[in-house]
């Protein structure tokens, strides 16, 4: 599988490996299959390279909102993903409990608070690896 060489491929995947490291990055590039191959093109050249690549937002507002947004929609897996890459970002715990509780009002407790129990699980394995 012929790695893409595009501009906004590359920006891309710099950004994807600067939001969520390049352990992430790269064992997600290991998995890619001839099938899914062309997925992890499409989010790398569209949402890494066009959107979390724009200027006018900082990585640590694109977190934010990616959180809330998740949450609103029940993403739990992506929910704990983009979690864990606040380390990254510059997004505080602090941050994420706002966004979480603008979920709340504008798309459900329900929402809210299940976002609330992966984030609290990711917070508690992040302490887990730094104590270790």
């Known amino acids: 599988m012929p790695e893409p060489h595009s501009e ?18 790269d064992r997600a590039s290991a998995a890619a299959t001839p099938f899914d191959q062309p997925f992890q093109e499409l989010i790398t050249e569209s949402a890494w390279g066009t ?3 724009r200027p006018g ?3 640590r507002e694109r977190s934010m909102v990616t ?5 609103a ?3 739990d897996e992506e929910v704990a993903m983009h979690v864990r890459a606040t380390a990254n970002t510059g997004a505080t715990r602090e941050d994420i409990a706002e966004a979480l509780l603008h979920v709340a009002i504008y798309a459900g407790v329900p929402a809210a608070n299940r976002a609330i129990r ?3 699980q990711v917070f508690a394995d992040m302490d887990a690896e730094q104590a270790a």
């Open 8 to 25: 906004r491929y590359r920006q891309g995947m710099a950004t994807r490996r600067t939001v969520l490291g390049d352990v992430h990055v």
């Open 51 to 53: 959107v979390w690549s």
């Open 57 to 59: 937002w900082t990585k």
């Open 67 to 71: 959180i809330a947004l998740l949450a």
């Open 73 to 75: 929609l029940g993403h």
């Open 118 to 120: 992966v984030a609290k």
